[in-house]
């Protein structure tokens, strides 16, 4: 038994989809957020930058007494942890593998597809551990820099969305993939659209899901559960103003998070 909280970090908001597996999984766990709304986008960023800022996320969230760490956002998981891994002495999980590993395991014709923003289908990180999980595996790689607007801005399910999803989606459909990881915090709330133009016989990975699933089975085979929640069972921090991440947050989370936010200085971290 541990009653230690679990940190999570991200670029914004989007990795509360991530969150909110966890919270749903894992019920009695105490959560710690940090998005990193001042300095987002990351999807367009350089692999210095990138790095960088994740290890400053990291060293905020290592402020609290944690006992581990998950980087939920699609981009700081493919460029950053690949190259942390080893340096920190607490597990840190990242959405990359989690989801390789399940893509891998459902694929029936050994075609899988993966979508993230700019900086994730760059750094082949998907290619990468899906090869490791199988060498025989083809993967097929979008970036689809389009979608975090479209949610941000409220487009999720309008014909917009669905238009410009035909249109990247298109690479994957001629590639007979039978599997797509939706490789980026914010695309799990395009599953509908992204559903629609590709059809049942694909099968869509969320990865916040499966990294919840790793974490799951960490706790439970080092005995780190948590007996019981804390008082403030889940706090959220950003480092940039609040309101936006309170309004879109509640929306992302389907309850209400006000009250439960805070601002801080994240180039202290760096
Ligand atoms: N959270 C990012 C990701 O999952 C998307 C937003 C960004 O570009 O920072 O890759």
Same mark, same amino acid.
């Given at each position: ?5 679990i ?20 019920p ?17 960023? &350089?692999?210095?930058t990138?790095?960088?800022?994740t ?8 402020t609290?007494?944690?006992k581990?760490i ?32 399940r ?8 075609r899988v ?5 700019t ?9 990468s551990?899906?090869?490791?999980e ?6 097929v ?10 949610v ?22 001629e ?15 395009l599953?509908k659209?992204?559903?629609? %133009? ?9 990865p916040?899901?499966? %990294? ?10 080092n005995?780190?559960?948590?007996k ?5 069972q889940?706090?959220?921090?950003v ?22 936010? &805070? ?8």
């Open positions: 038994m541990d009653n230690r909280r940190g999570v970090f991200d670029s914004g908001l989007g990795g509360l989809t991530v969150m909110k597996e966890l919270m749903a999984l894992l009695n766990e105490s959560l710690v957020y940090f998005g990193d709304t001042g300095r987002i986008p990351y999807g367009t960023k &350089s692999e210095e990138v790095l960088k800022y290890r400053s996320d990291i060293n905020f969230l290592q609290f007494h944690l581990a998950i980087a939920a956002c699609g981009t700081a998981s493919s460029i950053a942890l690949p190259k942390l891994s080893g340096q920190y002495d607490i597990p840190l999980l990242g959405v990359t593998k989690a989801a390789s590993r893509a891998a395991a459902v694929t029936r014709n050994g597809g993966v979508i993230g923003t900086g994730t289908i760059r750094s082949g990180a998907y290619r551990f899906l090869e490791e199988n060498p025989e595996i083809q993967t790689s979008v970036a689809c820099p389009m979608f975090v607007p479209l941000e801005y409220g487009y999720a399910e309008k014909e917009a969305a669905k238009m410009i999803a035909k249109d990247y989606l298109q690479e994957i459909i590639s007979g993939a039978d599997t797509l990881i939706l490789g980026c915090t914010h695309y799990p709330l599953k659209v992204i559903g629609e %133009v590709l059809g049942d016989s694909v099968t869509l990975i969320n916040g899901e499966c %990294v919840a699933g790793d974490v799951k089975k960490l706790l439970e085979e005995d780190l559960l948590s019981e929640k804390q008082t403030e889940y706090q959220f921090y480092s940039d103003d609040p309101a936006e991440f309170i309004r879109l947050g509640s929306m992302f989370l389907e309850r209400p998070i006000d009250g439960l936010v &805070s601002r801080i200085d994240i180039e202290k971290y760096n």
